[in-house]
C-alpha cells in the first residue's frame, strides 16, 4: 500500500477528528474515506464537460445544466 503524508493545521486537524468520531472511525480511517470519496466523484464527473471554451477557468467554473431535461407543461 502506498505511503501519502499530510500536513495539516491544527484547525483543520480538530474537525477531521470530530467527523471521524461522529462516523466511528480513526483519523487515519477518515482521510482514506475523504480521499477515496473525491477520487470517486472526479472519475464520475470526468468526461460530461459538454461546454467547450479555450479558458479552463471558465469552464470549471461555469454552471450548464446536466441530466433529463424537464418536459413543459401545457
Same mark, same amino acid.
Given at each position: 500500500?502506498?505511503?501519502?503524508? =499530510? /500536513?495539516?493545521?491544527?484547525?483543520?486537524?480538530?474537525?477531521?477528528?470530530?467527523?471521524?468520531?461522529?462516523?466511528? %472511525? @480513526? %483519523?487515519?480511517?477518515?482521510?482514506?474515506?475523504?480521499?477515496?470519496?473525491?477520487? =470517486?466523484? @472526479?472519475? =464520475?464527473?470526468?468526461?460530461?464537460?459538454?461546454?467547450? @471554451?479555450?479558458?479552463?477557468?471558465?469552464?470549471? /467554473?461555469?454552471?450548464?445544466?446536466?441530466?433529463?431535461?424537464?418536459?413543459?407543461?401545457?
Amino acid at each position: 500500500m502506498p505511503t501519502i503524508s =499530510i /500536513f495539516l493545521d491544527e484547525k483543520v486537524k480538530k474537525i477531521i477528528e470530530k467527523r471521524a468520531k461522529k462516523n466511528l %472511525l @480513526t %483519523l487515519r480511517e477518515q482521510a482514506e474515506e475523504i480521499l477515496r470519496q473525491s477520487a =470517486i466523484r @472526479t472519475k =464520475i464527473g470526468a468526461g460530461i464537460s459538454t461546454l467547450k @471554451t479555450d479558458d479552463r477557468l471558465v469552464e470549471l /467554473f461555469s454552471r450548464h445544466k446536466k441530466g433529463k431535461k424537464k418536459r413543459k407543461k401545457r
